[in-house]
């Protein structure tokens, strides 16, 4: 398959994939696409899908640089790579951590392109309060004792609970 006929039938598998599933698409520019993910613990995850010349790269913002503990964060993040499909933890420059992948534009059809995100969905979610915990286990502690003497709601805050102060978990 010529490079223009893996770029157009790569595009096609994207479009096909996320009409299918009913995820909200942004299309900023020609064979580039942002796919809305909804989330259970972290609410959102937007992915970018662009459609180079040769491979299909996959993006997603995972989470800001750790606060602390940063060789820990880091490192358990890595221990996770080992265990994915398609794509791993990475950080740029300020340290902070994407989901990142590269694969082959003759290998995206609909249901690669369905099962990539779907992996990007599983890794966010199933990562992201254990990875909080581990980088801003001070700032969760300190907005959660924040929060309790306001009266202010905890929803959001429930999944690190074991983090606050006893006097403060009620």
Known sequence: MGTDAAREAAVRAIVEA??????ETERPREGSFLVTLPGTAKLKTLVW???????LTLTSFFCRQPDENHAAFYQWLMRRNSDMYGMAFAADDAGDV??????PLEGI???????LLGCA??????????ALERGFASAIRKEWRWRAERGHDMRNLTAFAHLAEPAHRD
């Open 18 to 23: 996320v009409a299918e599933a009913g995820l």
């Open 49 to 55: 899908l662009e459609v180079g010349p040769h491979s």
């Open 98 to 103: 994407y989901l990142r992948g590269r694969l």
């Open 109 to 115: 059809t609909p249901g690669e392109v369905d099962r």
């Open 121 to 130: 969905l599983t890794y966010t979610d199933e990562n992201f309060n254990a």
